[in-house]
């Protein structure tokens, strides 16, 4: 069975500051994985996905998450934050014969930027 | 213009009633979902179902059943509500493939008293 660990349920960043949200997956096979971030009484919203190919992927709004399968992690990054990045944000895998299966979601992170 | 919509945003109803949650998408997706997000902000996956599958998650129980009378609707029907159902539900669509992100509505609601 798949799963996805966020380790740390809160990170706190200056603004301005390089941040980092972690997350490690376990599936068997080569791993679908996906940012997504939910601001308060939203729906969640896709950052970037990693299907195959460079390990470095880059999405929305300056974020960026490296694939590292040796330590099967897909942690997120920004090179600077910014106030309004403040959010809960959740890592999902799904894996490729998922087909029509919902995406395994990790328990999120509380990511809080502080001005 | 909306991508996924639930209706209602908010539905508080007691314990033993039935309640229906409406999606609907206009992005042309084959595939839709609902997922059960709790207090504790965990998300798990409740259903999926394109025009070939229902695929269902065994924890869920069978009083909640999901309807689709068309590609682009799925609703999601509960009887005999209990306290433990008060969560906020959302609604997803994606194309069928595992490869494609999901697209998610705003999320219902539901306050069970």
């Given at each position: ?19 980092t ?8 096979g ?8 939910q601001?308060?009484n ?5 950052l ?23 330590q ?6 920004k ?11 959740f ?13 395994t ?11 | ?23 609907e ?6 595939t839709?979902?609902?997922?059960k ?5 965990f ?22 059943s999901?309807?689709?009378p068309?590609k ?23 194309h ?10 705003d ?7």
């Amino acid at each position: 069975a798949q799963s996805v660990a966020q380790p740390e349920d809160q990170v706190n960043v200056a603004e301005g500051n390089p941040l980092t949200v972690k997350c490690t997956y376990s599936v068997s096979g080569n791993p679908y994985l996906f940012w997504y971030v939910q601001y308060p009484n939203r729906g969640l919203q896709f950052l970037l996905k990693y299907i195959t190919g460079d390990n470095l992927v880059k999405g929305s709004y300056g974020f960026e998450a490296e694939f590292n399968k040796s330590q099967t992690s897909f942690h997120l990054k920004k090179p600077s934050a910014l106030v309004s990045d403040s959010a809960l944000y959740f890592c999902a895998v799904r894996e490729p014969g998922g087909g029509a299966d919902g995406l395994t979601f990790g328990k999120g992170t509380h990511l809080i930027i502080q001005p | 213009d909306t991508a996924v919509s639930q209706t209602p945003k908010y539905l508080v109803t007691q314990m033993g009633n039935d309640k229906s949650i409406k999606c609907e998408q206009n992005l042309g997706h084959d595939t839709m979902y609902w997922y059960k997000q709790d207090s504790k902000k965990f998300l798990k996956i409740m259903f999926s179902y394109n025009n070939k599958e229902l695929i269902i998650n065994e924890t869920v129980p069978n009083r909640f059943s999901p309807k689709s009378p068309d590609k682009a609707h799925l609703n999601l029907h509960i009887n005999s509500l209990e306290l433990g159902d008060s969560a906020v539900y959302f609604c997803a669509s994606s194309h069928g493939t595992a490869n494609q992100p999901q697209h998610f509505g705003d999320g219902t609601r539901l306050s069970i008293l």
